[in-house]
């Protein structure tokens, strides 16, 4: 499948509420997908999830789905619920990192 196509697929279901990140993130994918294929590799994809976390629900698939839509194009993916990520959390659109647990607590 070529560039474009995956663009394309990868790129549907998101929303970013502004027009030029939409436009500046469907650059980036497209910079990266066409350098992956000039170096003949396939693209790296992560996402981890804290298990511990009060919020993990259901429109957490929305990225797993999105995750498979990159497998199904060939890409690696690297899914992870572990010990690690409930040690650190994300600190993702938040003001600061959650405090770090210790593995007793992170369990």
Request: with cysteine; glycine share 8%; charged share 30%.
């Amino acid at each position: 499948m070529n560039i474009e196509e995956q663009v394309e697929i990868l790129m549907q279901g998101t929303e970013y509420g502004d027009e030029d990140l939409k436009k500046a993130m469907t650059a980036e994918l497209r910079s990266r997908l066409l350098l992956a294929e000039k170096e003949n590799r396939p693209l790296r994809v992560y996402c981890g999830y804290d298990p511990t976390s009060t919020d993990l629900h259901l429109g957490h698939t929305i990225t797993m789905r999105k995750l498979r839509q990159f497998q199904d194009l060939g890409h690696e993916v690297t899914f992870l619920i572990g010990s690690y990520t409930a040690l650190v959390g994300d600190p993702s659109d938040k003001n600061k990192a959650r405090p770090i647990l210790t593995e007793e607590k992170g369990r």
